[in-house]
């Protein structure tokens, strides 16, 4: 019951830093650019940011915001950075190495340089000055192109729109097509306070794309699946995702299938759960419309219970 309880707020009503815990508490996982920058004198930075991400391939454009700091509205020294050299090294922060990452957006004084102080080796880039850190999973080698500010006061958003040059890619997170492999990338993420998320194996999944063709949509799923309560949003998204129901033809074709189902079950309630069992199953291994051509057979028979 508690889903449908909300607490609203509104901006203007609550302090600048308690609104800013709201959001990165409630819009994650977000990525983390590791970014190092140089400035006009030569001195190297490095420090992480997780309002970022890639908006767009041709060209290929990456943007991270150096917000204002919130106690005493002043710039980061990346900001201050790329509006003298235009340029930055965008680095993503695998697990091996979030620590570091962590420890490098410290508070240090103008010209320190954070690469040495969380422990990384570098290298110059191939085509801009800042250092590209070495045993970083994938790295890009950036010209910043513009900044926007979002605003002037503590808090405010500046965006460091950025054209990617050079990327480089860890060749051991290549997969057997030459492209990235998630699992093995193990990325960590920023959530709120001092949480971090990790994609890895556990709780990465796959979901079938609508891209080439066009689902039926929940509108069209028959009444005796909308009104079970056998189903959850996610599952019947899975359903309404085939192009179309299921034909005669492919119904005849599990008859063979589903009177075997039949003789599982010694009773009405028994064979319902052995269905359902069949369904779930045909559902989490994205073969919807089987699933679905059971589900007909089973309410034809009076097997389905809603």
Known sequence: MRKNIYKTIDPGQISVGAFHQYLLGAVIPRPIALA???????????????????????????????????????????????????????????????????????????????????????????????????????????????????????GSGNLVVSEVLRMHIREDLLDENDMIDPVEMDVVCRLGGDWYGRINSENLFEIPKPIRSKGIGFDQLPDFIMNSHMFTGNQLARLANVEALPSKEYLDGLNHTFKQIEKEGADMKTRNHVLMRWVYECIEQNEAMKALALLYLGHASGMLEV
Not at 57 to 85: C, G, Q, W, Y
Not at 136 to 142: D, I, L, Q, S
Request: charged share 25%.
């Open 36 to 154: 190092g920058t140089v400035d006009k004198a030569g001195r190297f930075n490095l420090s992480p940011f997780s309002f970022f991400n890639v908006f767009g391939a041709n060209p290929p454009i990456m943007i991270f915001s150096p917000s204002r700091r919130v106690r005493d509205n002043t710039d980061k020294h990346t900001l201050e950075n790329v509006r003298e050299i235009a340029e930055v090294m965008i680095h993503m922060v695998d697990y091996d190495m979030v620590e570091q990452m962590s420890l490098s957006s410290t508070e240090y004084d103008k010209g320190i340089n954070e690469y040495i102080k969380a422990g990384f080796q570098a290298k110059p880039g191939d085509l801009i000055r800042p250092l590209r850190i070495i045993g970083a999973p994938v790295a890009f080698e950036c010209k910043v192109i513009n900044v926007i500010e979002t605003g002037s006061e503590g």
